[in-house]
């Protein structure tokens, strides 16, 4: 009975109260403050790091999806090849309005454009540049969110009938703004008597639009329909269906649907087969790097534990008279626990306050680190994208959260119970 009566509750306040000035002991006093304050940056940093990366790596992958959906087509029709007379391998479609209207009947379809494709050698003065241009109507352009609501276009879309939309790292190239002429030039031109003369026309300017994406800004180019079939000799057929669908994410699923209604011959190319592979390389980078900077947590919680077995050896007289006061195994072991425990908190506390920080203004820090490096931080030629995107999300925080606690608890048991264990009369012995 009288042991139930001396017992006390776990974390009771003379725990915390002791605790709490071995955290802010002087050295001088015993205690371990240089050991703890290693500890406390230590967890800081890699909680930091493993928000922050997730935030970008997030942001880059969401960016990436959303340059590919907002200036590519969902879904693309093609026709199954036909021999042609002189041996070619024809795949034009040529019932491309009743073709088109019958796909964007499919539930889950937002439209349907014929296109035509075609590459060709866009040209101003000396300047050159290799193009690849697309075929397509006013109405359909302008359903494509990435180009005709481009942040940094110039021109008027509404006059694609009167000349040509180019991407702005096209006009980059040749040197070329809205009202400026340049002409495209096709080896597949007229055929006469002695073959086939390159065709060349000229085409005034009349929109700049930026896609996000470095490679589709330097290369690709837009006609009206129209001009393009009679471009490339294509009049009265298509090259393909374009088909934009409400969820692209679950674009798999149309399938069956849109191969019905596109015909027997037709085939389907959706813009996970186009992707999927740099897709599927992000996910296994994701999961890399998550177990690294893992590592990284690991290493600095182990801080923990040395300042602990230092805390603990030099308490070892305190931890001697305190268990010859009547204090239990149990209330020693908790109160070096929150002696660990409190560092894990507070540096993760502190680094999600950061990782937090960097993730919103991520465009300012990148904007300080591109100045310090010359303007060369960012490659848009190599990554694809024109900036450092982050995205915060609210599961990345909490397994960041998750994993520095789980990992700052549990090394600082077996210090903790270290000192629980101690013989009282071994720790007074030489006092």
């Given at each position: ?359 919103l203004y991520v465009d300012h820090v990148f904007a300080f680190v591109n100045y310090l490096s ?17 995205k915060l999300q609210l599961n990345d925080v909490l397994s960041a959260v998750a994993l520095s ?27």
């Amino acid at each position: 009975m009288a042991d139930k009566q001396n017992r006390t509750m776990p974390f009771a306040a003379f725990e915390w109260m002791i605790a709490w000035r071995y955290l802010r002991a002087r050295r001088a006093e015993g205690g371990v403050s240089v050991m703890t304050w290693i500890s406390l940056i230590g967890i800081t940093l890699a909680v930091f790091a493993l928000i922050a990366t997730l935030a970008v790596r997030s942001g880059f992958r969401a960016e990436f999806v959303d340059t590919i959906l907002g200036a590519n087509a969902h879904v693309t029709i093609f026709q199954l090849g036909e021999v042609s007379l002189n041996g070619t391998i024809d795949r034009s479609i040529r019932d491309y309005d009743a073709m088109a209207e019958a796909v964007a009947g499919v539930a889950g379809v937002t439209r349907a454009a014929p296109v035509v494709r075609g590459q060709v050698m866009a040209n101003q003065g000396a300047a050159n540049a290799g193009v690849e241009v697309y075929g397509i109507s006013l109405e359909n352009l302008k359903t494509i969110p990435r180009i005709a609501a481009s942040e940094d276009a110039s021109g008027d879309i509404n006059r694609l009938e009167e000349g040509i939309a180019i991407g702005i790292g096209v006009a980059g190239t040749l040197g070329v703004e809205v009202g400026d002429f340049i002409r495209l030039i096709s080896p597949n031109g007229v055929k006469t008597a002695f073959g086939t003369s390159p065709r060349v026309n000229g085409y005034e300017v009349v929109y700049i639009f930026s896609a996000g994406r470095y490679d589709i800004d330097r290369t690709r180019a837009y006609l009206p329909l129209a001009e393009a079939q009679s471009f490339f000799n294509k009049e009265d057929v298509v090259d393909e269906i374009e088909v934009m669908v409400e969820e692209p994410e679950a674009v798999d699923l149309l399938a069956p649907a849109l191969m019905q209604a596109a015909g027997d011959r037709s085939q389907i190319w959706t813009w996970r087969d186009a992707s999927g592979s740099f897709l599927n390389a992000l996910d296994i980078e994701d999961r890399v790097m998550f177990v690294i900077l893992s590592v990284l947590v690991l290493i600095a919680a182990m801080n923990i534990v040395s300042g602990l077995i230092m805390l603990v050896k030099n308490k070892g007289r305190d931890i001697g008279i305190l268990r010859t006061m009547g204090l239990t195994e149990g209330s020693v072991l908790r109160i070096f626990f929150i002696c660990g425990a409190f560092t894990g908190i507070i540096g993760t506390a502190l680094g999600v306050i950061f990782g937090v920080l960097f993730a919103l203004y991520v465009d300012h820090v990148f904007a300080f680190v591109n100045y310090l490096s010359g303007g060369t931080a960012w490659d848009a030629s190599v990554r694809g994208i024109y900036f450092l995107p982050a995205k915060l999300q609210l599961n990345d925080v909490l397994s960041a959260v998750a994993l520095s606690l789980g990992l700052s608890f549990v090394v600082t048991i077996f210090p903790a119970r270290r000192a629980a264990r101690m013989n009282p009369v071994e720790a007074l012995r030489y006092e």
